[in-house]
């Protein structure tokens, strides 16, 4: 499905989508990973997705709309949550179509825009634009680490998240540059953080 992405620089997509399955792991979010007729159609999912959470059953299904396929809303009920972050591709459909009908039904949905690819910036601004109008909160990859983090005292997740967003946003570069320049001892938390 990368092929069609004309809304963002393809890499941004894969390192942002990457930024939210890394941030779930570290902050032990549960996970629903699905994709669409991967063997005759879209391809399997990404690999640096689906090894950091090599237990989990991929749902594969046939419907553009995850809702519609039993087993996806099952393990979205299994998850006990009713707050989700909905990623994906296509923006138009994969993410908006469960998004609407989650909405529906009570769900609280987030779609970090970032993380999401269309056929074209137009198809991605107009969905993310009736996603917003029916409820849906647009957030970013990394506003997502940052709300799971919050302060970068937090020790128990601090190297986690500057591993994350060292491997995979422009911010690692300034990180990396701090490091060299102010020795390791530099910390966003203001003093050796473990």
């Not at 669409?36 to 299904?61: N, Q, Y």
């Not at 825009?113 to 993310?128: K, P, V, W, Y």
Request: net charge negative.
């Amino acid at each position: 499905m990368y092929q069609g992405v004309q809304s963002h620089d393809r890499l941004v997509v894969f390192n942002n989508i990457q930024i939210l399955a890394k941030a779930a792991k570290l902050f032990k979010i549960p996970t629903v990973i699905s994709t669409v007729a991967k063997d005759s159609f879209s391809g399997p999912f990404m690999p640096e997705v689906t090894e950091l959470f090599p237990k989990h059953e991929i749902i594969d299904r046939t419907s553009m709309n995850s809702w519609l396929d039993a087993n996806f809303r099952k393990a979205v009920a299994a998850t006990g949550k009713k707050k989700f972050v909905i990623a994906g591709l296509w923006t138009e459909a994969c993410v908006m179509f469960p998004s609407l009908d989650m909405l529906k039904e009570g769900y609280e949905i987030y779609v970090p825009a970032d993380a999401c690819g269309d056929l074209s910036i137009e198809a991605h601004n107009r969905s993310m634009d009736r996603l917003v109008q029916a409820g849906a909160v647009p957030i970013t990859s990394c506003q997502y680490v940052f709300e799971l983090q919050q302060d970068w005292a937090r020790t128990e997740t601090y190297d986690g998240v500057m591993d994350i967003l060292r491997a995979h946003s422009p911010y690692g570069i300034q990180v990396r540059f701090s490091k060299w320049a102010l020795g390791e001892h530099a910390s966003e938390a203001g003093g050796k953080t473990a």
